[in-house]
């Protein structure tokens, strides 16, 4: 459905790609004003939005970032900016643990309780976090990346509780495997069809599915849902 979000201040972080550029584009479509990040610099950035670098990776960037007085005026927040890297668990290095957690956890920790405050005075607020299907699952040479999606969860679930009742609702949205540029970068042909023959529905997600997910869940028509994580993944983590 056509959701209104006119005179609603977005902010997407990793809006550059794949999911995140979904996201951005879906928002615009509704009227929105849309703010997004990357860690570089756009090479073809949407001329709709603005478009503000931010490197989770760097403390430095985030401050900037979290210093500007606009920070908390945005009704809806997504984070969806993350890493993954995969390693036995034996073989994981320290720093690499520290960095997924410090992206994908920390980032988002930071930059929810900076736009809550502004979403407390208007009585408002929509949160996304952007999680993944191992969140729920795991698998061999994921410990990092499910360590931090597990734990974006349990922030979520804390934060919905906590604010409720100012209605500000928070949920996690949980991709699972998505035909994005970088998954045809990652798999073959054959290794996505392969991949898609394990998925009940048979086939890849689209990005422009999970940013349906998103618009709902952030949307005014949405006053109930909260503290959960929706996935979406085509059936895969019930078989």
């Known amino acids: 459905m056509p959701y209104n979000f006119k005179n609603k201040k977005i902010l997407v972080t990793g809006g550059s790609r794949g999911i995140g550029a979904a996201i951005v584009d ?18 073809n950035p ?33 984070n969806n900016a993350g890493i993954n890297k995969i390693d036995h668990f034996h073989e994981i ?7 997924i957690q410090k992206v994908n956890v920390e980032g988002p920790f930071r930059l929810s309780q900076a736009v809550v405050k502004g979403m407390l005075k208007r009585n408002f607020g929509r ?13 061999e040479k994921r410990a990092s990346y499910s360590t931090s999606k597990f734990a974006l969860v349990g922030m979520t679930k ?34 996505i ?16 599915e999970v940013a349906e997910a998103v618009l709902f869940l952030t949307s005014p028509e949405n ?13 895969f983590t019930c078989v």
């Open 26 to 43: 879906a928002y615009l479509k509704c009227g929105a004003e849309v703010t997004y990040t990357g860690q570089k610099k756009a090479q």
């Open 46 to 78: 949407n001329p709709s939005a603005k478009f503000l670098q931010l490197d989770f990776s760097n403390d430095a960037s985030i401050e900037s970032f979290l210093s500007s007085a606009e920070i908390e005026k945005f009704d809806v927040l997504v």
């Open 93 to 99: 290095q320290l720093e690499d643990f520290k960095q």
């Open 127 to 139: 949160i996304v976090n952007v999680g993944s299907i191992f969140s729920t699952i795991s698998k």
């Open 158 to 191: 804390a934060m919905a509780i906590e604010y409720a009742s100012k209605n500000i609702l928070v949920n996690v949205i949980s991709p699972g495997f998505i035909d994005t540029e970088l998954t045809r970068q990652i798999l073959s042909e054959t290794q």
């Open 193 to 208: 069809a392969e991949l898609t023959s394990q998925v009940p529905i048979k086939r890849l997600g689209t990005p422009a």
């Open 223 to 235: 006053t109930l849902i909260t503290g959960q994580n929706i996935v979406a993944d085509g059936g």
